[in-house]
T-cell receptor
Framework: GAGVSQSPSNKVTEKGKDVELRCDPISGHTALYWYRQRLGQGLEFLIYFQGNSAPDKSGLPSDRFSAERTGESVSTLTIQRTQQEDSAVYLC?????????????FGPGTRLTVL | AQSVTQLGSHVSVSEGALVLLRCNYSSSVPPYLFWYVQYPNQGLQLLLKYTSAATLVKGINGFEAEFKKSETSFHLTKPSAHMSDAAEYFCAVRTFQGAQKLVFGQGTRLTINP
């Protein structure tokens, strides 16, 4: 079956512009996560969705970052007024939310470059 | 709060040699632990996971890891390295509270020398 997909794969933007990153999870996966990976570093948790609600937004670095999810489907991460420090790979992951299935399935990521 | 430390940001081994990537965790509760691999310009792929069953876990591509509670370690090994193993490897612990998110180590870049 299809895995997690993300678009665009690459995004170059100018400082101060807004960007939208999209994630399509595996069909039927109720849990969805966004992570950020800065160059040479591990992944930082940003936000978690269960269905279309976001019970944990604790990783969002500032109020310029927001995310939404439509039902148990597509999620969009929006970064307003981008800054150079926002440059990173943004990874989305989904999980079935079933007992006994603990791993997360990752998409290929969106590489964001802020000039 | 759970955390993970990966010792060695870069590891280089010869083709055919033993691969050993180190991971130590901190957790106040029995942890669920994962190793993921990331090939260039790709997302993360699950190698193996420990979820409180057998302490020696076998994964894909000949990798395995042993959970050692006394040492709070979950080191990844492979007896004989292949060129195709060159990648970045991440150890992660799953939190039990709230989001049950993954907390990742900083990653180890594995280079294989011919």
């Amino acid at each position: 079956g299809a895995g997690v997909s993300q678009s665009p794969s690459n995004k170059v933007t100018e400082k101060g512009k807004d960007v939208e990153l999209r994630c399509d999870p595996i069909s039927g996966h109720t849990a969805l996560y966004w992570y950020r990976q800065r160059l040479g570093q591990g992944l930082e948790f940003l936000i978690y969705f269960q269905g279309n609600s976001a019970p944990d937004k604790s990783g969002l670095p500032s109020d310029r970052f927001s995310a939404e999810r439509t039902g148990e489907s597509v999620s969009t991460l929006t970064i307003q007024r981008t800054q150079q420090e926002d440059s990173a790979v943004y990874l989305c992951a989904s999980s079935p939310g079933l007992a006994g299935v603990y791993e997360q399935f990752f998409g290929p990521g969106t590489r964001l470059t802020v000039l | 709060a759970q955390s993970v430390t990966q010792l060695g940001s870069h590891v280089s081994v010869s083709e055919g040699a033993l691969v050993l990537l180190r991971c130590n965790y901190s957790s106040s509760v029995p942890p669920y632990l994962f190793w993921y691999v990331q090939y260039p310009n790709q997302g993360l792929q699950l190698l193996l996971k420990y979820t409180s069953a057998a302490t020696l876990v076998k994964g894909i591509n000949g990798f395995e890891a042993e959970f050692k509670k006394s040492e709070t370690s979950f080191h990844l090994t492979k007896p004989s390295a292949h060129m195709s193993d060159a990648a970045e490897y991440f150890c992660a612990v799953r939190t039990f509270q709230g989001a049950q998110k993954l907390v990742f180590g900083q990653g180890t870049r594995l280079t294989i020398n011919p």
